[in-house]
């Protein structure tokens, strides 16, 4: 579980979502307001959900990389507004999934594998965020399997 969470805040932009999911090679951010998680942003979310209904992180790249975001913003242009005025309040997932902190590691492998979601918040009764899980973390766990193992083998030798 990573405990230091990097998250949206309710008004924070879609764009700067989306910049910050690709800039972090993440797959999903909650949105936290006063320490308590109010929802859930992944990169599906930004394709899917609320007024954008493309893939975003593919559009910032194209923004920055031809200059189109001035020109855009400039011509205050009715096919883009909806991208710059949208909050992450706006799409994110309310109803996410979550963990206890006292979850057992099989109860996370099965929402994994039954719900498709990913990463997953570790919270508290009041839905205070303690931290996130991710798939990353589960395959950090596997590889330091074999690395108890070799160190297992060597010991005995």
Same mark, same amino acid.
């Given at each position: @579980?990573?405990?230091?969470?990097?998250?949206?805040?309710?008004?924070? %932009?879609?764009?700067?979502?989306?910049?910050?999911l690709q800039s972090?090679? &993440?797959? #999903?951010?909650?949105?936290?307001?006063?320490?308590?998680?109010?929802? @859930?942003?992944?990169? *599906?979310?930004?394709?899917?959900?609320?007024?954008?209904?493309?893939?975003?992180? *593919?559009?910032?790249?194209?923004?920055?990389?031809? %200059?189109? +975001?001035?020109?855009?913003? #400039?011509?205050?242009?009715?096919?883009?507004?909806?991208? &710059? +005025?949208? !909050?992450? +309040?706006?799409? @994110?997932?309310?109803? &996410? $999934?979550?963990? #206890?902190? !006292? =979850?057992?590691?099989?109860?996370?492998?099965?929402?994994?594998?039954?719900?498709? $979601?990913?990463?997953?918040? $570790?919270? !508290?009764? +009041?839905? %205070?965020?303690? #931290?996130?899980? *991710?798939?990353?973390?589960? $395959?950090?766990?596997?590889?330091?399997?074999? /690395?108890? /193992?070799?160190?297992?083998?060597? =010991?005995?030798?």
């Open positions: @579980m990573t405990k230091e969470v990097i998250s949206a805040k309710p008004k924070d %932009k879609i764009i700067e979502v989306a910049e910050l972090k090679g &993440f797959n #999903g951010v909650p949105v936290v307001e006063n320490g308590k998680i109010l929802g @859930m942003i992944t990169e *599906s979310d930004l394709v899917s959900r609320g007024p954008a209904s493309f893939h975003i992180p *593919s559009l910032i790249k194209i923004f920055h990389e031809f %200059k189109l +975001e001035k020109y855009a913003r #400039g011509k205050q242009n009715s096919d883009f507004q909806p991208i &710059f +005025e949208a !909050d992450a +309040e706006s799409i @994110m997932n309310p109803d &996410f $999934v979550s963990i #206890g902190p !006292d =979850a057992e590691i099989t109860e996370l492998l099965k929402i994994f594998q039954e719900k498709h $979601v990913n990463p997953i918040p $570790v919270v !508290d009764q +009041e839905k %205070k965020l303690i #931290g996130i899980v *991710s798939l990353s973390d589960i $395959v950090k766990l596997i590889s330091r399997f074999r /690395e108890a /193992e070799l160190d297992f083998l060597s =010991a005995g030798q």
